[in-house]
């Protein structure tokens, strides 16, 4: 159990510092395409700030996520690496959905099947998603090396 719990928390871990590399790489993408504006204030990319709001997402949401996923997915038999990507990844689709419907719901937007399409493909689309991807692949190797041991 200290081996499972000990794994969980470096995959936390190497996930902060994965999210916080993938937050820089889209601040340099965003401002290496275009000339710099001077009326425009750019707010350089300070790791310390992201830090303050990746870590606790990370320990707080992921861990329980995947915790709970290993625990939902113990009797799976050979298909519970696929169950386990489900609930990682749905886990952070319907966050980014809850989010978006409440940002939505803050400006008064009319609610069609057409806009919760669109927010429900932005949900799966969207980096939290894809992070709960890497996450769960560091997770399943982390698992696949302990159980060798």
């Avoid at 350089?44 to 992201?50: N, R």
Wanted: charged letters at 15%.
């Amino acid at each position: 159990m200290k081996r499972i719990w000990t794994g969980k928390l470096l995959v936390s871990a190497m996930m902060t510092v994965v999210t916080l590399i993938v937050l820089k790489m889209i601040d340099w993408m965003e401002h290496s395409f275009q000339p710099p504006d001077p009326d425009v204030l750019v707010i350089p990319f300070d790791p310390f700030f992201y830090l303050m709001y990746v870590a606790p997402f990370m320990f707080l949401f992921a861990l329980p996520v995947s915790m709970v996923s290993d625990w939902l997915t113990q009797r799976a038999g050979k298909y519970r690496w696929g169950w386990s990507l489900l609930i990682h990844t749905g886990a952070a689709a319907l966050l980014m959905f809850w989010l978006g419907w409440h940002i939505r719901q803050s400006v008064q937007w009319v609610v069609t099947p057409f806009t919760l399409l669109g927010l429900l493909v932005q949900s799966v689309f969207s980096l939290p998603t894809l992070l709960a991807l890497i996450y769960w692949a560091l997770d399943e190797w982390w698992k696949s090396r302990s159980l060798k041991k």
